[in-house]
């Protein structure tokens, strides 16, 4: 009986041995496959990060490179812009630059009352030179024209071809007295102007016509005025001559 007793203790003893073995042994994977898990975890941690960090960089070079190409486009519209609003002959506005210019200056003189005239010039015998003497002549004329017109204003005015032999001139700050003064001087620059074609000497002369700008100014009518002026001036000119 005791025999038996001593038996089962010790086949007890081993089985609370092993099981005690068992969980040491199961502990130990669980701890190493946690390990594992960890290391792997972080590995990934690390690539992701690296990712993140190599996407970062390519999307600043990829921002780099559109407002470069953003730069270059806007060059090339204002240089297209400024072609189209420019005479090529003479490198000065054309009526489209000259009307934007001049819609933009009455804005400015309705908002802070300001003053300006605006001058229409036709040059009187172009035609007739560009007949009997051929267009580069002609050319000459209307460059000599720009010349000396350009030497009566300040750097603040500005100067377009309205057309073919028809020019406009937008001055600032000055009264309707001083800017009909100024027209006469342009008359005045102008005729003055002489030319040698195939050993003859050749004048063009140019009549002028001005509307005083005023809050109340509106671009097509202004412009009617200046030229409806300029034709009632080219009349008195051809009457005086």
Same mark, same amino acid.
């Not at 590995?43 to 070079?61: I, W």
């Not at 937008?170 to 001083?178: A, C, P």
């Not at 005045?188 to 016509?209: E, M």
């Not at 009617?224 to 009457?239: G, L, P, T």
């Given at each position: 009986?005791?025999?038996?007793?001593?038996?089962?203790?010790?086949?007890?003893?081993?089985?609370? /041995?092993?099981?005690?073995?068992?969980?040491?042994?199961?502990?130990? /994977?669980?701890?190493?496959?946690?390990? !594992?898990? /960890?290391?792997?975890?972080?590995?990934?941690?690390?690539?992701?990060?690296?990712?993140?960090?190599?996407?970062?960089? !390519?999307?600043?070079?990829?921002?780099?490179?559109?407002?470069?190409?953003?730069?270059?486009?806007?060059?090339?519209?204002?240089?297209?812009?400024?072609?189209?609003?420019?005479?090529?002959?003479?490198?000065?506005?054309?009526?489209?630059?000259?009307?934007?210019?001049?819609?933009?200056?009455?804005?400015?003189? /309705?908002?802070?009352?300001?003053? !300006?005239?605006?001058?229409?010039?036709?040059?009187?015998?172009?035609?007739?030179?560009?007949?009997?003497?051929?267009?580069?002549?002609?050319?000459?004329?209307?460059?000599?024209?720009?010349?000396?017109? %350009?030497?009566?204003?300040?750097?603040?005015?500005?100067? !377009?071809?309205?057309?073919?032999?028809?020019?406009?001139?937008?001055?600032?700050?000055?009264?309707?007295?001083?800017?009909?003064?100024?027209?006469?001087?342009?008359?005045?620059?102008?005729?003055?102007?002489?030319?040698?074609?195939?050993?003859?000497?050749?004048?063009?002369?140019?009549?002028?016509?001005?509307?005083?700008?005023?809050?109340? %100014?509106?671009?097509?009518?202004?412009?009617?005025?200046?030229?409806?002026?300029?034709?009632?001036?080219?009349?008195?000119?051809?009457?005086?001559?």
């Amino acid at each position: 009986m005791k025999k038996k007793t001593k038996a089962t203790a010790s086949g007890a003893a081993k089985r609370r /041995k092993g099981a005690t073995a068992a969980r040491k042994s199961a502990s130990g /994977k669980s701890g190493t496959k946690r390990a !594992g898990t /960890k290391r792997a975890d972080a590995k990934a941690a690390g690539t992701e990060a690296s990712t993140r960090g190599a996407v970062a960089s !390519g999307d600043k070079s990829t921002i780099r490179k559109l407002r470069a190409q953003l730069a270059r486009a806007q060059a090339r519209i204002e240089e297209l812009q400024a072609s189209a609003e420019t005479d090529f002959l003479l490198d000065i506005l054309n009526r489209r630059g000259f009307e934007r210019e001049l819609a933009r200056s009455l804005s400015f003189i /309705k908002r802070y009352q300001a003053s !300006g005239a605006l001058i229409v010039l036709d040059v009187d015998r172009l035609k007739p030179i560009n007949d009997a003497y051929g267009h580069a002549a002609g050319d000459e004329v209307l460059k000599a024209i720009v010349a000396a017109i %350009s030497d009566q204003i300040r750097a603040s005015d500005v100067i !377009g071809r309205l057309g073919g032999d028809e020019f406009a001139v937008l001055l600032w700050n000055l009264s309707e007295t001083d800017a009909r003064a100024k027209a006469a001087a342009l008359e005045d620059a102008i005729d003055r102007l002489t030319f040698v074609f195939r050993n003859s000497h050749v004048s063009a002369g140019a009549s002028a016509g001005v509307a005083i700008l005023t809050a109340h %100014s509106d671009l097509d009518r202004v412009l009617d005025e200046a030229d409806r002026a300029m034709y009632v001036r080219k009349a008195q000119r051809r009457h005086e001559s």
